[in-house]
């Protein structure tokens, strides 16, 4: 199993930036397809990016431009470099990861993922 912890999460003014990192451990982040999620109060959780074990990186359109996903093997870590914050950002972040290909949905689908951190918050303020 793959155990992931979140941090970096805070509150921040429209215009700012912030990084978002999740630990993993149990297995490494290169073999694992890593994504990151967000869920605002009463919406269901969504989709922002993803980071394939083979470096294949998709963003939802939310994202594209604006965030960054990184991975750092080293540390076992991957990023989100969040830029030009918006209020509508503001949500729970998580940090989701799946060792294998299969399963039920697609990659951008948080139902396809089995492992999950325990969230950060980022709050943007207008």
């Known amino acids: 199993q793959v155990q992931l912890v979140e941090s970096g999460g805070g509150l921040v003014q429209a215009g700012d930036s912030l990084r978002l990192s999740c630990a993993a451990s149990?297995?490494?982040?290169?073999?694992?397809?890593m994504g990151w999620f967000r869920q605002a109060p009463g919406k269901e959780r969504e989709f922002v990016a993803r980071l394939d074990w083979g470096g294949f990186i998709d963003y939802a359109d939310s994202a594209r431009g604006r965030f960054t996903i990184s991975r750092d093997n080293a540390k076992n870590t991957v990023c989100l470099q969040m830029n030009s914050l918006k209020p509508e950002d503001t949500a729970v972040y998580y940090c989701?990861?799946?060792?294998?290909?299969?399963?039920?949905?697609?990659?951008?689908?948080?139902?396809?993922?089995?492992?999950w951190g325990q969230g950060t918050q980022v709050t943007v303020s207008p």
């Open positions: 149990g297995r490494t982040v290169s073999s694992l397809v």
């Open positions: 989701a990861a799946k060792s294998d290909s299969g399963g039920y949905g697609s990659r951008s689908e948080a139902r396809w993922y089995d492992s």
